[in-house]
């Protein structure tokens, strides 16, 4: 298939590497590491953590976190992109800045 084409292809490994923020549906046991603020074993609903992209799409599908939306693309960043995208260096901001946003706006 081409999406098991496109598995194999550097560019979209290193992109499902792509950190980003999910928050916890349920609690998860002996996972508190994941969190820098917690000092529990647990990893607490409600919390919000980074993870790869891969991950925090099984994570959503399963219902068990909620994908949250990067800083690179929330209001406040796309109102800077309106506003002056010749001086905004988005690979800077993420080397895979288009392919997350594409992976990201295909979530239902």
């Given at each position: 298939?081409?999406?098991?084409?496109?598995?194999?292809?550097?560019?979209?490994l290193?992109?499902?590497?792509?950190?980003?923020?999910?928050?916890?549906?349920?609690?998860?046991?002996g996972l508190?590491?994941?969190?820098?603020?917690?000092?529990?074993?647990?990893?607490?609903?409600?919390?919000?953590?980074?993870?790869?992209?891969?991950l925090?799409?099984?994570?959503?599908?399963?219902?068990?976190?909620n994908?949250?939306?990067?800083?690179?693309?929330?209001?406040r960043?796309?109102d800077n992109?309106?506003?002056?995208?010749?001086?905004?260096?988005?690979?800077e901001?993420?080397?895979?800045?288009?392919?997350?946003?594409?992976a990201?706006?295909?979530?239902k």
């Open positions: 298939s081409c999406h098991a084409a496109q598995y194999f292809e550097v560019g979209a290193s992109m499902e590497d792509e950190r980003v923020p999910v928050s916890t549906v349920i609690q998860f046991a508190g590491y994941l969190d820098p603020g917690s000092h529990t074993d647990d990893l607490e609903a409600n919390s919000k953590i980074e993870v790869p992209l891969w925090a799409l099984l994570l959503q599908k399963k219902r068990i976190a994908l949250d939306t990067p800083k690179i693309f929330n209001k960043s796309r992109l309106e506003a002056g995208a010749g001086s905004i260096n988005l690979r901001q993420s080397p895979h800045y288009f392919t997350v946003g594409i990201l706006s295909r979530i």
